[in-house]
């Protein structure tokens, strides 16, 4: 072989393999960890988080007491289908009173969404009153096993 024709094919094979690189395109904004730790709950309005983090591209559709910032990372690797390899959701929700009520973090580990982190966690206790909590668990008192461990 010449030295044109193995310089050229050396040339073919690099650009055939630069085509097969993978290409990434992200899309979507989520505000970083430290601005969402700086945001007090029970203090922050609407307009002190829009100022600290900006205001999201999405927000409830049914009710608009919650903003969701969404962020993905997406793959493309030659001639196979584009594969997200990364997606972060932060929803921020707001109490009636349009104060800052509850940030939470959820990722996207093998096709399902998981929570990865949660400032305020939601308790049933406040859905019920006293009365009501004591009628509730009143049928779950087992008379023979209270007995059985008296005696």
């Not at 960890?33 to 600290?52: H, M, N, Q, Y």
């Not at 109490?95 to 509850?102: I, K, Q, R, S, V």
């Amino acid at each position: 072989m010449t030295t044109i024709a193995k310089r050229l094919l050396v040339a073919v094979l690099c650009f055939g393999l630069a085509a097969c690189a993978a290409t990434y395109r992200n899309h979507g904004y989520v505000p970083e960890p430290e601005a969402l730790a700086a945001l007090d709950i029970g203090v922050d309005s609407r307009e002190t988080v829009e100022a600290a983090v900006g205001r999201p591209a999405t927000s409830g559709v049914e009710r608009s007491d919650a903003w969701y910032y969404v962020q993905s990372r997406v793959r493309h690797y030659g001639a196979f289908p584009r594969r997200t390899i990364d997606r972060q959701l932060v929803a921020l929700s707001f109490a009636p009173n349009g104060t800052l009520a509850n940030i939470e973090r959820f990722g996207l580990e093998r096709g399902r969404v998981v929570p990865l982190s949660r400032r305020v966690t939601a308790s049933s206790i406040r859905d019920f009153g006293l009365i009501q909590q004591i009628f509730r668990n009143f049928g779950r008192i087992n008379v023979g096993e209270t007995l059985a461990d008296s005696i």
